[in-house]
């Protein structure tokens, strides 16, 4: 158990306290989630500003071996126009930096006003590109974190807390190994929760 459902709602909180308040006045700034694990942040960020605009972008992330390059493609585009405009990536998790590096030089051709980074999870430890995140949730290890978006083929995107696998081998030999681990907390709640810290 790492971050607890109450946890999680007082650092978005912050966060969102934070954006709303660098806004000058009048101005709407546009909130790109990455699909798909930003979409649970992104519901409770956009419900705590005062004005906002939404879009979403896909990448699809190739292996080295894959592209022989290791780099990510758009698979899914923005469909507002952000010329002028000032765009906040929301990230889940930053881990090594490689996706928000592409993202941010390959959107710069499009001139925004600015582009900014908010992310709810810093694995600073594991950075290879050093990308500046403007709004910055918690710090984590090197650990695979699920829950609040963020999945295992697909799985855990649902649980409203995060969590952390030592052990992946785990999960690939039983994807839904932690289901009954997750279940049990969540009908506990956040003294449940606490308790399992
Ligand atoms: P980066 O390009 O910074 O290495 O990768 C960031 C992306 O990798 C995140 O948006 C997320 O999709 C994925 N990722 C990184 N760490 C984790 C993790 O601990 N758990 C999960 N589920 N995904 C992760």
Redesign the pocket.
């Known amino acids: 158990m790492l971050f607890t459902q109450g946890e999680i709602q007082r650092q978005v909180d912050e966060l969102a306290g934070r954006l709303e308040s660098s806004l000058a006045d009048g101005e709407v700034p546009i909130l790109v989630g ?1 699909m798909r ?1 930003s979409l649970v942040l992104m519901a409770d960020l956009v419900r705590r500003l005062s004005s906002v605009h939404v879009d979403f972008l896909s990448l699809s992330r190739f292996s080295q071996s894959e592209s022989g390059s290791g780099r990510a493609r758009i698979e899914k585009d923005l469909e507002i126009d952000i010329t002028g405009r000032r765009i906040i990536f929301v ?10 590096s592409y993202l941010t030089s390959s959107f710069e051709a499009r001139n925004p006003k600015s582009i900014e980074v908010l992310a709810l999870l810093d ?1 600073r430890a594991r950075r290879i590109i050093d990308i500046p995140i403007d709004f910055a949730g918690f710090e984590i290890g090197d ?4 829950g609040y978006g ?3 083929a697909q799985l855990y995107r649902n649980v409203p807390f995060l969590f952390g696998v030592d052990d992946l081998d785990v999960l690939v030999r039983q994807p839904d190994a932690y289901f009954s681990f997750a279940r049990e907390l969540m009908r506990g709640g956040e003294e449940a929760q606490q308790a399992a810290k």
């Open positions: 990455l694990g990230e889940d998790v930053v881990d090594t930096g490689l996706t928000l694995k650990e695979f974190v699920l963020l999945d295992y």
